[in-house]
Protein backbone atom coordinates (compact mmCIF):
# COMPACT_ATOMS: atom_id res chain seq x y z
CA UNK A 1 0.00 0.00 0.00
CA UNK A 2 2.95 2.25 0.74
CA UNK A 3 4.51 1.57 -2.44
CA UNK A 4 1.29 2.18 -4.34
CA UNK A 5 0.51 5.75 -2.29
CA UNK A 6 4.70 6.68 -3.18
CA UNK A 7 4.01 5.52 -7.16
CA UNK A 8 0.64 7.50 -7.29
CA UNK A 9 2.65 10.80 -5.93
CA UNK A 10 5.77 10.47 -7.97
CA UNK A 11 7.90 10.40 -4.92
CA UNK A 12 11.35 9.09 -5.30
CA UNK A 13 15.37 9.23 -4.79
CA UNK A 14 16.59 12.28 -6.89
CA UNK A 15 20.36 12.41 -8.18
CA UNK A 16 21.57 13.24 -4.73
CA UNK A 17 20.22 10.28 -2.82
CA UNK A 18 17.17 12.32 -1.29
CA UNK A 19 13.49 11.46 -1.14
CA UNK A 20 11.33 13.61 -2.70
CA UNK A 21 7.97 13.73 -4.06
CA UNK A 22 5.98 15.24 -7.00
CA UNK A 23 5.14 18.64 -4.99
CA UNK A 24 8.16 19.31 -3.72
CA UNK A 25 9.85 19.07 -7.03
CA UNK A 26 6.89 21.08 -8.55
CA UNK A 27 7.06 23.89 -6.42
CA UNK A 28 11.28 23.71 -6.80
CA UNK A 29 10.43 24.03 -10.26
CA UNK A 30 8.47 26.79 -10.21
CA UNK A 31 10.37 28.98 -8.33
CA UNK A 32 13.42 28.29 -10.38
CA UNK A 33 11.60 29.02 -13.42
CA UNK A 34 11.90 26.20 -15.03
CA UNK A 35 8.07 25.94 -15.41
CA UNK A 36 5.46 29.22 -15.36
CA UNK A 37 3.93 29.84 -12.17
CA UNK A 38 0.24 28.73 -13.06
CA UNK A 39 1.12 25.16 -14.46
CA UNK A 40 3.09 24.55 -11.33
CA UNK A 41 1.01 25.79 -8.76
CA UNK A 42 -1.85 23.74 -11.35
CA UNK A 43 -0.05 20.62 -10.98
CA UNK A 44 0.40 21.10 -7.13
CA UNK A 45 -2.78 21.05 -6.62
CA UNK A 46 -3.40 18.40 -8.32
CA UNK A 47 -0.76 16.59 -5.93
CA UNK A 48 -2.32 17.82 -2.89
CA UNK A 49 -6.32 16.68 -4.16
CA UNK A 50 -4.52 13.14 -4.79
CA UNK A 51 -2.87 13.14 -1.11
CA UNK A 52 -6.46 13.87 0.00
CA UNK A 53 -7.92 11.48 -1.59
CA UNK A 54 -5.14 8.35 0.13
CA UNK A 55 -5.85 10.39 3.25
CA UNK A 56 -9.47 10.08 3.01
CA UNK A 57 -9.53 6.41 1.67
CA UNK A 58 -7.50 5.32 4.61
CA UNK A 59 -9.37 6.58 6.97
CA UNK A 60 -12.95 5.39 6.04
CA UNK A 61 -10.95 2.12 5.70
CA UNK A 62 -9.80 2.67 9.41
CA UNK A 63 -13.26 3.53 10.78
CA UNK A 64 -14.76 0.69 8.69
CA UNK A 65 -12.27 -1.81 10.59
CA UNK A 66 -12.06 -0.29 14.12
CA UNK A 67 -15.91 0.64 14.96
CA UNK A 68 -17.48 -3.01 14.75
CA UNK A 69 -14.10 -3.78 16.66
CA UNK A 70 -14.61 -1.19 19.26
CA UNK A 71 -18.28 -2.70 19.48
CA UNK A 72 -17.64 -6.24 19.70
CA UNK A 73 -14.82 -5.54 22.23
CA UNK A 74 -16.96 -3.73 24.34
CA UNK A 75 -19.71 -6.29 24.51
CA UNK A 76 -16.83 -9.06 25.01
CA UNK A 77 -15.13 -7.10 27.96
CA UNK A 78 -18.70 -6.76 29.39
CA UNK A 79 -19.42 -10.07 29.51
CA UNK A 80 -16.62 -10.59 31.79
CA UNK A 81 -17.63 -8.00 34.06
CA UNK A 82 -14.39 -5.20 32.66
CA UNK A 83 -16.10 -1.83 31.82
CA UNK A 84 -16.61 -1.31 28.33
CA UNK A 85 -14.79 1.93 27.73
CA UNK A 86 -11.97 0.10 28.29
CA UNK A 87 -11.85 -1.18 24.97
CA UNK A 88 -11.17 2.30 23.26
CA UNK A 89 -7.78 3.06 24.91
CA UNK A 90 -4.79 1.23 22.67
CA UNK A 91 -2.52 -0.69 24.67
CA UNK A 92 -4.58 -0.65 27.83
CA UNK A 93 -7.27 -2.56 25.84
CA UNK A 94 -4.60 -5.06 25.11
CA UNK A 95 -4.00 -5.77 28.42
CA UNK A 96 -7.60 -6.30 29.83
CA UNK A 97 -8.02 -8.96 27.14
CA UNK A 98 -4.76 -10.45 28.44
CA UNK A 99 -6.12 -10.42 32.13
CA UNK A 100 -9.15 -11.62 30.51
CA UNK A 101 -7.53 -15.03 28.83
CA UNK A 102 -5.60 -15.57 32.09
CA UNK A 103 -2.36 -14.79 30.59
CA UNK A 104 0.24 -11.84 32.12
CA UNK A 105 0.13 -8.14 31.55
CA UNK A 106 3.55 -8.24 30.48
CA UNK A 107 2.86 -10.50 27.17
CA UNK A 108 1.50 -7.29 25.87
CA UNK A 109 5.29 -5.82 25.12
CA UNK A 110 5.25 -8.41 22.70
CA UNK A 111 3.17 -6.05 20.64
CA UNK A 112 5.63 -3.64 20.14
CA UNK A 113 8.74 -6.77 18.31
CA UNK A 114 7.83 -8.30 14.73
CA UNK A 115 7.00 -10.92 14.40
CA UNK A 116 6.28 -11.32 18.10
CA UNK A 117 3.56 -9.53 18.19
CA UNK A 118 1.45 -11.78 15.76
CA UNK A 119 2.31 -14.55 17.51
CA UNK A 120 1.04 -12.55 21.06
CA UNK A 121 -2.23 -11.74 19.16
CA UNK A 122 -2.87 -15.31 18.38
CA UNK A 123 -2.24 -16.88 21.01
CA UNK A 124 -4.20 -14.54 23.04
CA UNK A 125 -7.12 -14.97 20.86
CA UNK A 126 -6.81 -18.72 21.76
CA UNK A 127 -6.60 -18.20 25.31
CA UNK A 128 -9.43 -15.46 25.52
CA UNK A 129 -11.59 -18.46 23.06
CA UNK A 130 -11.15 -20.51 25.80
CA UNK A 131 -12.48 -19.06 28.36
CA UNK A 132 -16.04 -18.12 26.24
CA UNK A 133 -15.90 -22.31 25.61
CA UNK A 134 -14.62 -22.22 21.92
CA UNK A 135 -11.50 -24.06 20.93
CA UNK A 136 -8.53 -22.94 19.26
CA UNK A 137 -10.17 -23.23 15.61
CA UNK A 138 -12.16 -20.00 16.88
CA UNK A 139 -9.29 -18.14 18.46
CA UNK A 140 -7.57 -18.25 14.75
CA UNK A 141 -10.41 -16.92 13.87
CA UNK A 142 -10.80 -14.30 15.94
CA UNK A 143 -7.47 -13.10 15.24
CA UNK A 144 -7.56 -13.06 11.51
CA UNK A 145 -11.41 -11.39 11.67
CA UNK A 146 -10.91 -9.48 15.00
CA UNK A 147 -13.75 -6.87 14.01
CA UNK A 148 -16.41 -9.58 12.79
CA UNK A 149 -15.67 -12.35 15.08
CA UNK A 150 -15.71 -10.08 18.67
CA UNK A 151 -19.04 -8.92 17.25
CA UNK A 152 -20.09 -12.47 17.55
CA UNK A 153 -18.69 -13.46 20.30
CA UNK A 154 -19.76 -10.44 21.91
CA UNK A 155 -23.53 -10.49 20.79
CA UNK A 156 -23.53 -14.40 20.86
CA UNK A 157 -24.63 -16.69 23.68
CA UNK A 158 -21.51 -17.70 24.83
CA UNK A 159 -20.25 -16.92 27.95
CA UNK A 160 -16.94 -16.12 29.59
CA UNK A 161 -15.95 -18.39 32.26
CA UNK A 162 -12.59 -17.59 34.18
CA UNK A 163 -11.80 -20.80 35.20
CA UNK A 164 -11.99 -22.45 31.94
CA UNK A 165 -8.92 -22.96 29.30
CA UNK A 166 -5.66 -23.76 30.54
CA UNK A 167 -4.10 -20.54 31.62
CA UNK A 168 -0.90 -18.54 31.31
CA UNK A 169 0.46 -22.60 30.06
CA UNK A 170 1.81 -22.13 26.52
CA UNK A 171 1.62 -26.23 25.69
CA UNK A 172 -1.21 -26.75 28.07
CA UNK A 173 -4.14 -28.54 26.82
CA UNK A 174 -7.35 -26.70 27.56
CA UNK A 175 -9.29 -27.65 30.68
CA UNK A 176 -12.92 -27.80 30.45
CA UNK A 177 -15.07 -25.20 33.37
CA UNK A 178 -15.81 -27.19 36.64
CA UNK A 179 -19.38 -28.62 36.96
CA UNK A 180 -21.45 -26.74 39.21
CA UNK A 181 -21.67 -28.10 42.42
CA UNK A 182 -25.44 -28.51 43.68
CA UNK A 183 -24.29 -28.62 47.17
CA UNK A 184 -23.05 -25.11 47.00
CA UNK A 185 -26.03 -23.79 45.07
CA UNK A 186 -28.08 -25.23 47.90
CA UNK A 187 -26.15 -23.12 50.44
CA UNK A 188 -26.43 -20.44 48.19
CA UNK A 189 -30.30 -20.79 48.54
CA UNK A 190 -30.53 -21.43 52.24
CA UNK A 191 -27.98 -17.98 52.71
CA UNK A 192 -30.46 -15.85 50.53
CA UNK A 193 -33.57 -17.68 52.13
CA UNK A 194 -31.79 -16.81 56.20
CA UNK A 195 -31.63 -13.37 55.58
CA UNK A 196 -34.99 -13.02 53.88
CA UNK A 197 -36.37 -14.53 56.71
CA UNK A 198 -34.31 -12.12 59.14
CA UNK A 199 -35.46 -8.94 57.46
CA UNK A 200 -39.04 -10.57 58.09
CA UNK A 201 -38.41 -11.52 61.97
CA UNK A 202 -37.12 -7.74 61.89
CA UNK A 203 -40.13 -6.13 60.03
CA UNK A 204 -42.50 -8.32 62.08
CA UNK A 205 -40.48 -7.04 65.25
CA UNK A 206 -41.35 -3.59 64.44
CA UNK A 207 -44.97 -3.92 63.94
CA UNK A 208 -45.41 -6.17 67.11
CA UNK A 209 -44.02 -2.79 68.71
CA UNK A 210 -45.74 0.12 66.50
CA UNK A 211 -48.86 -2.32 67.36
CA UNK A 212 -48.34 -2.12 71.41
CA UNK A 213 -47.53 1.43 71.28
CA UNK A 214 -50.64 1.79 69.76
CA UNK A 215 -53.21 -0.10 72.39
CA UNK A 216 -50.89 1.65 74.93
CA UNK A 217 -52.27 4.76 73.97
CA UNK A 218 -55.74 3.86 73.31
CA UNK A 219 -55.77 2.01 77.12
CA UNK A 220 -54.52 5.49 78.53
CA UNK A 221 -57.52 7.58 76.58
CA UNK A 222 -59.92 4.77 77.77
CA UNK A 223 -58.57 5.70 81.45
CA UNK A 224 -58.90 9.05 81.42
CA UNK A 225 -62.47 9.05 79.86
CA UNK A 226 -63.51 6.53 82.58
CA UNK A 227 -61.59 9.05 85.47
CA UNK A 228 -63.30 11.94 83.86
CA UNK A 229 -66.49 10.43 83.68
CA UNK A 230 -66.28 9.38 87.55
CA UNK A 231 -65.43 13.09 88.20
CA UNK A 232 -67.96 14.25 86.36
CA UNK A 233 -70.42 12.23 88.26
CA UNK A 234 -69.40 13.13 91.93
CA UNK A 235 -69.90 16.69 91.10
CA UNK A 236 -73.37 15.93 90.10
CA UNK A 237 -73.55 14.00 93.28
Known sequence: MLNMLASTLNCAYDADGIWSCAETRVLEMATSGSIEPEVGLAIFGGVLAMIGVWITIFIVIGLLIWVPWVIGAWKVMTKAGEAGWKALIPIYNMIIFLKMAGLSPWWVLGIFVSPLNTFVAFYMNIKLAEKFGKGAGYGVLMAFFEPIMYL??????????????????????????????????????????????????????????????????????????????????KGKE
Open 152 to 233: VLGFGSAQYNKNAGSGDNLFGSPTPAPAPNPNEDYAKKMEIYNAEYAKYEENMKKYNEEMAKKDAKEADGKSVKKTAKKDSG
